[in-house]
């Protein structure tokens, strides 16, 4: 840092001082900075939803454990699980590829081809992009537009004290994917190619995060969720910043939190799974709340992704996990802060 | 290059590829990959546009030339003036940031102030984005989303032959900024605080330039341009560009374009402005071309910006230049290609 320079402490101070000098023009944005996208109005019934994500080389991905296909597919996936989690149908998306020298032509393709392979089966037109090549690390950013009707946009700001807590799926599974990954590049001498002896789920959570645009979807038109968020930092910092938009704060039962154990999780060290499950972060889960009175028209299961109850919003603005004891502790937000964790 | 990976060859080649792939839903999106923004249907009379841009340090800008209240107005400038490019409107505005570790809290507030100032001439509301620390080179990407009236957008691929080209403003003047720059800096140490001895109009043109937004609207609006590029690259390649999505060719005469000649040019080591004019880039104009019939009713100066008559549309697909002594030659795209130039 240059002398004489203080950096931004964490990402959401940088956001919270951009927020004060956005200016936003009240009349056409029903929500700017600080939630999953923002939300325009354009005319007519539906609003447009624009969100943009970066993955960086050496912070989001790695060359060594990465293969380019799964990099194109899980930077579309970012766009489109902030685009679920608001409501919305994805419909547009455009890249902008900052390229390294060292990525030739044939990563190029593969990133593209991943891309284009989560985009043709949500129904997504990639129109447009920029690009460069550059010596230092790649980066990509995507930017994806979605669709929703006025009244159905999820907001992070909807929670009351009362709602219910639910999220979608298993948490912590893409954490374990990527100790996988990073086993078995040590095993064979850094090739990354994932053999029998890793987990193929936690895996495929990893390298091909499935976006939860249909859940959503049915939440906001069902009107059953209040407020939510998509689970990219981890489960303990994200729960955080839907109950700081909401004002409000929340209780989590560490017991109700889906966190499989892989059976052979200490071969990758794995010690703590509901570590995981509360930090690991891109999971690109749903986290949201549901008014009390709703909470038992949420199913089970939505289209084989099965839908836990976790814990309830409170008045008090602070985040609680009581653990398997019946003991309340703290729960400090742990998990990915891009600020924080850059290497 | 990583042994037995061929890279693209060019910024076109890789666009030409992805052209082919992105598989454009033909309902929605009126205008895609290739243009200077993608027109998107939404429903009503107004179009979408979206356009994004990055600007990376090393390639776009210099940490020891350009300050960072002029970093953050070009990034933002360039999306503006592809907006322009297409008879838009801009509205909103996504900034993603990978920041690097060596610029500091001052230098992050100095950037969204100089981008902030532009935005607020223009309208423009920043909705959202998205930012992470890097040990590398810091990267920008801007996403503008502008709306037009469907029947005004302009493309580039509506050049006929017999149209007359025409261009705003002065061109060259921004690389000669960045010459002045250079110079300064390197008669103070790297400082590069410009002095007297620089042309102000030039770093104004470099630091500061202005996206052309109500010309490329006067355009659309009435009718008058039959296709529209702006000047990022340089006039040479950005020509080739309006002439490739047209089919068409172009002769240029070289003493009707307007290339000024800075009284000092020779200290800045300026020797050919007509080169400058061609191939520097970054001039951020708006180069039109306009069917015979209507070529009387460009006026001189639009708004006090010069707009120059500079030669005619042929059929013939090759690019031609007449020069000072009636000499023809062949116009080679020099202008910047972020393939060839990466530093």
């Known amino acids: 840092m240059p002398k004489g320079s203080k950096s931004f402490a964490s990402e959401p101070e940088l956001v919270a001082w951009l927020k004060q000098r956005a200016r936003l ?74 390229l390294s020298r060292n990525q030739g032509r044939s990563w190029v393709k593969g990133f593209y081809r991943g891309f284009m392979a989560l985009a043709r089966r949500f129904g997504v037109s990639l129109i447009g992009g920029d690009t460069a090549i550059v010596s230092g690390a790649t980066t990509v950013d995507v930017v994806g537009l979605g669709a929703v009707k006025a009244p159905d946009v999820l907001l992070r700001s909807g929670a009351k004290p009362g709602d219910q807590i639910f999220v979608s799926g298993e948490l912590g599974l893409s954490a374990t994917g990527l100790a996988a990954l990073k086993h078995a590049a040590g095993r064979e001498g850094g090739r990354g190619e994932p053999g029998e002896r890793v987990i193929r789920r936690a895996l495929r959570a990893h390298l091909y995060p499935e976006p939860r645009c249909a859940l959503g979807r049915f939440l906001a038109e069902r009107r059953l969720a209040s407020a939510a968020i998509d689970l990219s930092d981890g489960l303990s910092s994200d729960l955080h910043r839907l109950c700081h938009s909401s004002g409000v704060g929340a209780t989590l039962l560490a017991e109700r939190i889906p966190a499989p154990a892989p059976p052979s999780a200490r071969k990758f060290k794995i010690t703590d799974r509901l570590d995981l499950a509360l930090n690991g972060g891109e999971d690109y889960e749903l986290l949201f709340t549901v008014p009390a009175g709703k909470a038992d028209k949420i199913p089970r299961h939505f289209k084989n992704v099965p839908l836990s109850w976790i814990g309830e919003i409170g008045s008090k603005r602070s985040l609680r996990l009581i653990n398997a004891d019946g003991k309340e502790l703290p729960l400090i937000p742990k998990g990915f802060d891009h600020f924080r964790t850059a290497r």
Chains 1, 2 share one sequence.
Do not use: K, N
Request: hydrophobic letters at 45%.
């Open 25 to 98: 023009h009240g009349r056409d944005v029903s929500a700017g900075i600080g939630d999953d996208a923002a939300v325009l109005r354009l005319g007519g019934a539906h609003r447009l939803l624009a969100t943009t994500d970066l993955s960086i080389e050496g912070v989001h991905f790695s060359a060594q454990f990465h293969p380019p296909h799964s990099v194109g597919y899980r930077a579309l996936a970012r766009a489109l699980s902030d685009i679920a989690a608001m409501g919305g149908t994805p419909r547009f998306a455009l890249v902008s590829l900052a």
